[in-house]
Nanobody
Framework: QMQLVESGGGLVQAGDSLRLSCAAS????????MGWFRQAPGKAREFVAA?????????DYADSVQGRFTISRDNSKNTVYLQMNRLELEDTAAYYC??????????????????WGQGTQVTVSS
């Protein structure tokens, strides 16, 4: 069992940066693939970014955030981060951290993840 707690959301202006954190409880954190998803009002939850566990598959990003967002993990702290730069109005959403035991399945599909946090709100204003 794993519990995930997101933090770092807030209200920022377009062009600003923000870093989200997701603290995980439980053991063998390094063996979990970790992902960030987001959901805007009236829209479906969508993939943002993911980082694999010790399998070393690396990272994956949605096209809409490629080059602006960076996902990273600190296995010594059981934490995954999402550095968000050059934020845009369209980035406004609730951001959710997700985890699954490492797998060869796609990192982008939400239904492959077993554990979810409660979310943190990011609001980008003009």
């Amino acid at each position: 069992q794993m519990q995930l707690v997101e933090s770092g959301g807030g209200l920022v202006q377009a062009g600003d940066s923000l870093r989200l954190s997701c603290a995980a409880s439980g053991r063998a954190f390094s063996r979990y693939d970790m992902g960030w998803f987001r959901q805007a009002p009236g829209k479906a939850r969508e993939f943002v970014a993911a980082v694999s566990g010790v399998s070393g598959r690396g990272t994956d990003y949605a096209d809409s955030v490629q080059g602006r967002f960076t996902i990273s993990r600190d296995n010594s702290k059981n934490t995954v981060y999402l550095q968000m730069n050059r934020l845009e109005l369209e980035d406004t959403a609730a951001y959710y951290c997700a985890a699954r035991v490492q797998s060869l399945r796609s990192l982008k599909e939400a239904f492959h993840y077993h554990y979810w946090g409660q979310g943190t709100q990011v609001t980008v204003s003009s």
